[in-house]
């Protein structure tokens, strides 16, 4: 199974939401992948957002009992892959761990590597809604969707071992 892992600073707005929105996707295209969040700069664990936890609230998706951590040198090296929000995350997690680069991104910078469109050209960095009101998060949420949406629809077209095998798994 697919290990993946979504980076961003503090853990409770934009990695948390990745994480929450992509599992539910994954759950709907009937596929399966260990999926994660952690942040670049967590100073202390708690909850996501509340404006985050509405957002998702609004799309069906419960984060209440999400809790940010922050990301380490094991968790890296356990993901098959690491998508972070910004640049200065993905340089944040090659500082820590140079060796993982070519398993390390934006998410922005994975999903649009082979796509030549509007969403690819423009700002490679997901945008921070943190102390924002909940628009922000809303927006921020649906720009993680459409990136997502991709990264789903990759895993499905490379075959990836993340297929649920047999009925009820």
């Not at 469109?117 to 649906?142: H, K, L, M, S, T």
Request: aromatic share 6%; net charge negative.
């Amino acid at each position: 199974m697919k290990s993946i892992l979504f980076v961003c600073t503090g853990n409770t707005c934009r990695s948390s939401m990745a994480e929450a929105i992509f599992k539910d996707m994954l759950k709907k295209a009937g596929l399966e992948a260990e999926v994660s969040s952690a942040g670049t700069a967590v100073f202390y664990e708690g909850g996501a957002s509340e404006q985050a936890v509405e957002a998702m609230r609004e799309k069906g998706i419960d984060l209440s009992g999400h809790r940010s951590r922050p990301v380490g040198r094991k968790e890296l090296e356990r993901a098959d892959l690491v998508l972070t929000m910004t640049r200065a995350h993905k340089r944040a997690v090659l500082d820590m761990a140079p060796d993982l680069s070519d398993k390390v991104f934006t998410l922005k910078e994975y999903v649009c590597r082979e796509q030549e469109d509007e969403e690819c050209g423009g700002d490679p960095d997901i945008a921070d809604p943190f102390g924002r009101p909940v628009e922000y998060y809303r927006a921020c949420a649906e720009e993680l969707e459409r990136a997502l949406e991709r990264l789903v629809e990759m895993i499905k077209a490379e075959g990836l071992e993340t297929e649920k095998e047999g009925p009820g798994k």
